[in-house]
């Protein structure tokens, strides 16, 4: 009978190890994403392999003999290369300054799903937000139909891939890709609003997207110049660090998980928190970064709203003026 329970323990326990030994190795061959877009795609979901590589070392305590061993050193060679790609982004600089008072420039990133039915919730969470610039991408037709009617809001590239919205008219639009570019007047001078949607990183397209916004950026004055986007692309990657560095301009959001909003949709699975840190903003030197916030869940997209605020940096005595 005593043999019976401790082979059935044994089975089980070999059962749920199977999964975490899997988590490590997935872990162990995102490293090859250094050299390869292919394996860096692992990367992406560096937190899911970090979790199964650490449940992998606790099921492997409870393992007995040779076996205890190799798993415990297996998941936990999984979790130290999971956390190696996870920490950077926790140690960089964002450009964080305490809040003063002062009234800063506040963006809104929001990819609204295509799909997106809950027009009064879009405008009604817009309202309640009152932020200075929108970037929208996936604008639904309904959605679409609706902010045309909004008098409080200058549209710009309406039909475009990304809409960006402005308190104040734009004095120059262009539509570059699938990019979509605003220059405004500000309290400080004149900045360039960028708003992006990029492919999936399973996508031959990304790369030819990053790199297209990186020649655009290389025309533009980096320290004035703000992106937003939904770039469908982790942190936690090494492809995203590379081009964080290409760009020139500091990323302000931190590992703020934007996607999905409900369920999974690859797999028709429940997803009770948002998984994936997709949506960035970035901004030259310019801008410090007074405030980094997830926006709400039940707007009609599968994607969470980024709300940023950024201030003015004055050169002389670094006051913010806006």
Known sequence: MRSLRNASI??????????CLLAAAAALLGQLG?????????????PIWLAGSLAGVALGL???GRARWLVCAFCLAGATASASTIAPEYLRDTGRTAPTGVQGLKIVQFN???????????????REEDPDIVVLQE??????????????????????????????????????????R?????ADGDFTMIGVHNAWP???DQVIQETRLASLLAEETAATTIVAGDFNSTPWSFARRRWDHVFGLLRRDRGVASWPTGRLPVLN??????????????????????????????????????????????????????
């Open 202 to 204: 399973t996508d031959a």
């Open 112 to 126: 609204g799903w295509f799909g997106n039915p809950q027009v009064r919730r879009v405008l009604a969470f817009l």
């Open 269 to 322: 699975a429940p997803a009770p928190i948002p998984l994936l840190p997709i949506d960035h903003v970035y901004a030259g030197d310019h801008w410090a970064t007074e405030a980094v916030r997830r926006g709400p869940r039940g707007i009609g997209s599968d994607h969470y709203p980024l709300i940023v605020t950024l201030s003015a940096r004055v050169a002389d005595d670094g006051a913010r003026r806006r």
């Open 139 to 180: 604008v639904s037709p309904p959605v679409r139909a609706a902010l045309r009617r909004q008098r409080n809001w200058a549209m710009s590239c309406p039909d475009c891939e990304v809409v960006i919205l402005t308190k104040q008219r734009p004095f120059a639009v262009a539509r570059i890709g699938t990019a979509t």
């Open 62 to 64: 409870m393992v007995h």
């Open 10 to 19: 044994a089975i089980l326990l070999g059962l749920l190890s199977a999964p």
């Open 34 to 46: 250094r050299w390869s877009l292919a394996w860096d795609v692992l990367n992406h979901f560096a």
């Open 182 to 186: 605003v220059r405004l007047h500000g």
